[in-house]
């Protein structure tokens, strides 16, 4: 049975009164869900293995991005790297949405068929101020958008409930959302299955007047309930490393509004969308691969993929 967030908080707010602010464990307080399908203790669990240590932190870049952090423009504010177990995320704290996700994401991880299960609620790493909440998208405009997918994430509950943290949320048109985002996801995942392991960043791009750079946080379009910030674009990033070290790419940026794309006019207009990740890295002044050497990195970021990878092996849905 789900529980309101007012009955919640007051039940917090009495523990409080009764027993005193330390009888309450931290990740209690902040915890605000607004709907989560599984008991408090497990989202506080799932809470808790968010909190990484410093050794833990650089694991996981090791593990999501093994050719370096990506580096943001100089002029970036108020930005703050999330670290998890299972991804690595960029925080923009002004304009209160991920501006990427990382994500390492093998054929294994693909395999596992677990029940999508629901847990929205607030980021306790974040501070008030900058952070989203439930009552930022109580609005019928936009989808609750995953910048890092739920069904990249079912190897385990806890993975799966962590991407709904609302740091990893951004607001998306529904038939964005629900059709050519979502098939796109579904691409992913397959390319995972064919690859065996794949390397994927998503995320955000802030361009209303189409002049190809980031636009000023204070130009930006924001939800009504708030200040989360809706982006003009989406981009998805895929990389692949051969056997003989041989890397393959394929890039997206993808337009962001209500028009609803589906069946034999999806692929095709994927197609339209596909860019290099030099495109992409002059759009949002982000450096994805610092690590890699220069050649290979020249190589793969100005190329451009010719077709959808392996998609005469999908089937549609």
């Given at each position: 049975?789900?529980?309101?967030?007012?009955?919640?908080?007051?039940?917090v707010?009495?523990v409080?009164?009764?027993?005193?602010?330390?009888a309450?464990?931290?990740?209690?307080?902040?915890i605000?869900?607004?709907?989560?399908e599984?008991?408090?203790?497990?989202?506080f669990?799932a809470d808790?293995?968010?909190?990484?240590?410093?050794?833990?932190?650089r694991?996981?870049?090791?593990?999501?991005?093994?050719?370096?952090?990506?580096?943001?423009?100089?002029?970036?504010?108020?930005?703050?790297?999330?670290?998890?177990?299972?991804y690595?995320?960029?925080?923009?704290?002004?304009?209160?949405?991920?501006?990427?996700?990382?994500?390492?994401?093998?054929?294994?991880?693909?395999?596992?068929?677990?029940?999508?299960?629901?847990?929205f609620?607030?980021?306790?790493?974040?501070?008030?101020?900058?952070?989203?909440?439930?009552?930022?998208?109580?609005?019928?405009?936009?989808?609750?958008?995953?910048?890092?997918?739920?069904?990249?994430?079912?190897?385990?509950?806890?993975?799966?409930i962590?991407?709904?943290?609302?740091?990893?949320m951004?607001?998306?048109?529904?038939?964005?959302?629900?059709?050519?985002?979502?098939?796109?996801?579904?691409?992913?995942?397959?390319?995972?299955?064919?690859?065996?392991?794949?390397?994927?960043?998503?995320?955000?791009?802030?361009?209303?007047?189409?002049?190809g750079?980031?636009?000023?946080?204070?130009?930006?379009?924001r939800?009504?309930?708030?200040?989360v910030?809706?982006?003009?674009?989406?981009?998805?990033?895929?990389?692949?490393?051969?056997?003989?070290g041989?890397?393959?790419?394929?890039?997206?940026?993808?337009?962001?509004?209500?028009?609803r794309?589906?069946?034999?006019?999806?692929?095709?207009?994927?197609?339209?969308?596909?860019?290099?990740?030099?495109?992409?890295?002059?759009?949002?002044?982000i450096?994805?691969s610092?690590?890699?050497?220069?050649?290979?990195?020249?190589?793969?970021?100005?190329?451009?993929?010719?077709?959808?990878?392996?998609r005469?092996?999908?089937?549609?849905?």
């Open positions: 049975m789900h529980v309101s967030r007012t009955v919640r908080s007051l039940v707010l009495a409080v009164l009764l027993f005193g602010l330390a309450v464990p931290a990740a209690a307080i902040q605000d869900p607004c709907d989560c599984v008991e408090d203790a497990v989202a669990a808790d293995a968010m909190r990484l240590t410093a050794s833990q932190r694991k996981a870049e090791r593990v999501h991005l093994p050719w370096g952090m990506p580096v943001a423009a100089a002029s970036a504010d108020n930005e703050v790297l999330l670290h998890s177990e299972h690595v995320l960029a925080y923009d704290g002004d304009l209160r949405t991920p501006l990427w996700g990382a994500y390492r994401l093998t054929a294994a991880d693909v395999s596992f068929d677990l029940d999508r299960t629901e847990c609620r607030i980021d306790p790493r974040l501070d008030a101020e900058v952070r989203s909440d439930c009552d930022d998208y109580e609005e019928p405009v936009f989808d609750r958008g995953h910048v890092v997918p739920s069904d990249a994430m079912s190897r385990s509950l806890e993975a799966m962590n991407t709904y943290v609302f740091s990893n951004t607001p998306q048109h529904a038939n964005f959302n629900r059709f050519l985002w979502q098939q796109l996801e579904r691409y992913v995942r397959e390319w995972a299955e064919q690859h065996n392991e794949i390397f994927v960043i998503t995320g955000a791009v802030f361009d209303r007047d189409g002049d750079v980031r636009d000023p946080d204070d130009e930006a379009v939800m009504s309930t708030g200040g910030a809706v982006a003009s674009h989406f981009y998805k990033i895929v990389l692949h490393e051969g056997p003989a041989r890397i393959e790419a394929i890039a997206f940026v993808i337009p962001h509004n209500n028009d794309i589906t069946g034999d006019a999806r692929d095709p207009f994927l197609m339209e969308c596909v860019r290099s990740i030099d495109e992409i890295e002059s759009l949002t002044g450096d994805f610092p690590e890699m050497d220069s050649l290979r990195e020249m190589f793969v970021e100005q190329s451009k993929a010719r077709r959808l990878w392996f005469e092996s999908i089937v549609d849905r």
